[in-house]
């Protein structure tokens, strides 16, 4: 019954912030690189940031960097990420992963847990 559950999402309007949260229930995120992906009606599944297990290296799609912060605690098992000036394009679920690998390539291969993902909507 290992799971992630994301948590933090919502409706902001454009050039607003969410912060999102990855927690894990069942397991310890310590030993885990994190990533975020997410995916709009319609459209493939992308990456969006990932954050090596000690937090040391992270990583950005170019399409969120200068935007969103990834980080982590694992004290609190979690992994967070900051997202400002906040766009429509940005309207998707949003997942949390649990991998090995920050590489910044977001193949699926490389995560084993998945979250159930959280609902971000940024209204034209």
């Not at 454009?14 to 992906?37: N, V």
Request: glycine share 12%; aromatic share 12%.
């Amino acid at each position: 019954q290992a799971q992630l559950v994301e948590s933090g999402g919502g409706l902001v309007q454009p050039g607003g912030s969410l912060r999102l949260s990855c927690a894990a229930s069942g397991f310890t995120l310590d030993y885990y690189a994190i990533g975020w992906f997410r995916q709009a009606p319609g459209k493939e599944r992308e990456g969006v940031s990932c954050i090596s297990s000690s937090g040391g290296r992270s990583n950005y799609a170019d399409s969120v960097k200068g935007r969103f912060t990834i980080s982590r605690d694992n004290a609190k098992n979690t992994v967070r990420l900051q997202m400002n000036s906040l766009k429509p394009e940005d309207t998707a679920v949003y997942y949390c992963a649990a991998s090995t690998y920050c590489s910044g390539t977001y193949y699926s291969y490389e995560y084993d847990y998945w979250g159930q993902g959280t609902q971000v909507t940024v209204p034209s």
